[in-house]
């Protein structure tokens, strides 16, 4: 179950498979950070199954899940992307990619069979998948004068805070990744520093 300030995705790629009516369905999961890094997958995968009918995917991504998108791939609308997605919802997943590959096998499945199958492929590819909790983190930027770097620096080391950037000068610039659930207490924290300036850059 996903906790406050942390999410479910999976650890690493996982595949499926489902056959109905001579139609073959190969699923894939993958974990994703980024529209970017989904779409290159999506078209890396059309070139490598370039022979199939029909390639169709879900993805779910961004700190709000806000960043989706499905594809039908050639298939009637909405008898596959939404039914893919479905599965993610269900799994209460993010950072994923669902890829669903079909080879026709002759038989028309309308519909309601073509729903059932895409769900069940990309079913498959999520129930093989390792399921991890993963932090959500906040991105700040702390601005702060020089004879301040001893107190930044106890608390980034008692509150074990990541510095992903950092300019070192007589005003001193830091861009620090602080896990949602203590994102209260550590800016408080640095907000009782002398002269410090705290700026929430990133979700």
Sequence with gaps: MEKQGSYLTIASRSGGLYKEK???FLSFAFPVSSREEAEEIISSLKK???DARHLCYAYLTGSNRDILRTSDGGEPRNSAGRHILGQIYSKQLTDI???VVRYFGGTLLGIGGLAHAYQKAAE???CKATII???RYA???VQFPYTGINDVMKIIKAESLTVKKQLIDSVCS???AVPEDRELPVTRNLGILHDIHITRIQH
């Design 124 to 126: 498959d590819a999520l």
């Design 139 to 141: 991105i700040f930027e």
């Design 97 to 99: 990619l669902v890829v």
């Design 48 to 50: 490598e199954y370039q």
């Design 174 to 176: 830091m861009e620090l």
């Design 133 to 135: 909790i993963k932090q």
């Design 22 to 24: 001579g139609s073959k």
